[in-house]
């Protein structure tokens, strides 16, 4: 059968791909250490998985609105009203099964053929994926590790060019954890405005930040009607499999990503978005909890990994990942990784999964226990060790 041309254009995510091939070793009966995939290996929270519970024993299996049940619109509106400082209106809130789809819904919204998007590299590689199959242009913005991998604000306004329509931004950010401070927001901020460009703040890892709180661009100045905020619950709640996620932007797109939601799926799971309302209305105990638990991971494997000869790791500032600096071994990314799997049975991402500036790294997700952690430790000190 004959593909349309666009799917030539389309990417995918390595951490699934490398996660099957685990699988398969761990079929073939090897011990693999799981640091490759984004999910919190917690439970989700107890009251959220009564909630749901009780929502499919009172009847929530039917359908609801393409932009959600309004109980949930409304309880997001008031949670970012006050997690952003900046009014919300329901009207405004669109929820999704996940959170990808506001990413990929408001792209189609907005972006024409021959459109310029900047987005971080290395970065989220769906962004880049969208953007080609769109037939828009992607344009990569480095982030460099002498920069603490946030973006360089002078070699943003560099980039800009007539047919700049939309920047991505993520804070905390997958894959290197760094955080884009209220400066580098405002400078950032500047930019949009002066040359009337859209920007998409995936904001998905706001509630794990380990310095200080969390800070949106769409708190600034002018910043509410050129910004799409993506949010969700897979890693703040644990509830990655659930697929609920959530869009804030003005009213008048919102219909729009709605409308497209109504033509692709319909509407988000009813009694999940029941259980949302739980999750954001409940106590957040479980929360806090889990960010402590991933912060004290997170001490450990950069200790460990600036333990082992020839690997450096810089401290993140939030999410639940490290991007360590394998460069000095002279081999590429994506063949240290698959070794690294093969041979010492840890499977973590090659840099450049998450575009060609991540050439020189490799992704480690620290969404493990804190023995599997150390295993894992041990076994890349042994593996480097003899490289």
């Not at 990942?321 to 990784?337: C, R, T």
Request: with cysteine; net charge neutral.
């Amino acid at each position: 059968m004959k593909l349309a041309e666009r799917m030539s254009r389309l990417g995918t995510e390595t951490a699934f791909v490398v996660l099957a091939k685990a699988k398969q070793l761990e079929a073939q009966g090897r011990d693999i250490v799981h640091l490759e995939i984004g999910e919190p290996d917690f439970n989700t929270p107890r009251n959220i998985i009564d909630s749901a519970i009780k929502a499919l024993n009172d009847g929530w299996t039917h359908y609801g609105p393409s932009a959600g049940l309004p109980e949930l619109r409304k309880s997001i509106a008031e949670e970012v009203t006050k997690t952003r400082g900046i009014k919300i209106d329901p009207s405004q809130v669109v929820v999704t099964p996940g959170g990808k789809p506001i990413m990929f819904f408001s792209m189609l919204a907005l972006i024409n053929e021959g459109d310029e998007v900047i987005y971080p590299n290395p970065g989220f590689p769906i962004y880049e994926s969208v953007i080609n199959f769109l037939g828009a242009k992607a344009v990569p913005i480095k982030l460099r590790e002498e920069n603490q991998f946030r973006l360089d604000v002078k070699e943003l306004a560099k980039l800009i060019s007539p047919k700049t329509r939309m920047m991505v931004i993520n804070s905390p950010q997958n894959p290197t954890g760094s955080v884009l401070t209220e400066d580098d927001l405002k400078a950032i901020s500047g930019i949009a405005i002066k040359n009337n460009i859209i920007v998409l703040s995936d904001e998905i890892y706001s509630r794990i930040p380990y310095t200080g709180k969390h800070y949106s661009i769409y708190s600034l100045k002018d910043m509410p009607e050129r910004t799409i905020i993506l949010d969700g619950y897979s890693k703040t709640y644990a509830m990655t499999g659930w697929r609920l996620g959530y869009g804030v932007m003005p009213s008048d797109l919102a219909e729009q990503v709605a409308k497209l939601q109504t033509n692709c799926n319909s509407c988000t799971a009813s009694f999940t978005q029941v259980a949302g309302i739980e999750g954001i209305t409940g106590p957040q105990d479980e929360v806090d909890k889990m960010v402590a638990e991933f912060r004290k991971r997170r001490d450990a494997v950069v200790a460990g990994l600036n333990n082992i000869k020839n690997v450096s790791c810089l401290v993140p500032d939030g999410a639940f990942y490290v991007f360590p600096n394998v460069s000095k071994f002279g081999l590429k990314s994506a063949e240290l990784a698959d070794r690294i799997l093969n041979e010492a049975g840890v499977a973590v991402l090659s840099g450049t999964s998450f575009g060609a500036y991540g050439e020189g790294y490799i992704r480690i997700s620290y969404a493990n226990s804190i023995a599997n952690i150390n295993k894992a430790l041990e076994r890349l000190n042994e593996f480097f060790g003899k490289l």
